[in-house]
């Protein structure tokens, strides 16, 4: 899982090519420690997919950017462009349909 600042996020979201999900968390967000072991998992079955997250509590203006209001939120990239997105914490399979979408 790659970690997100704003010095590498263009570099590795939005000029990177392929798709790229990004889990925008915070520290104190429950469900969104709930989440990672669910990430760590499609990580493994997904090699085609780079997975990164951004602290979005550290970063709110990239998290503004691209319509986060509420985490966790996910966000799809292909190509360096937002394909697709979800909000809360859902279940592997729901991320797989973004994935496949």
């Known amino acids: 899982m790659i970690e997100l600042t704003k010095d590498n996020f263009d ?23 709930m989440m990672e072991p669910v ?10 997919v780079r997975f990164a997250k951004l602290d979005a509590a550290a970063n709110p203006d990239i998290a503004w ?3 986060v209001v509420s985490v966790p939120a996910f966000v799809l990239f292909r190509d360096g462009k937002a394909a697709g997105d979800i909000v809360g914490a859902v279940p592997a ?6 994935l496949a979408e």
């Not at 968390?25 to 429950?30: L, Q």
């Not at 990430?39 to 085609?48: D, I, T, V």
């Open 93 to 98: 399979t729901r991320i797989e349909e973004l």
């Open 11 to 33: 570099a590795e979201v939005t000029e990177a090519e392929g798709p790229v999900l990004v889990d925008f968390w915070s520290p104190g967000c429950g469900p969104c420690r």
């Open 39 to 48: 990430l760590e998992g499609l990580a493994a079955r997904h090699p085609e």
């Open 65 to 67: 950017a691209f319509g």
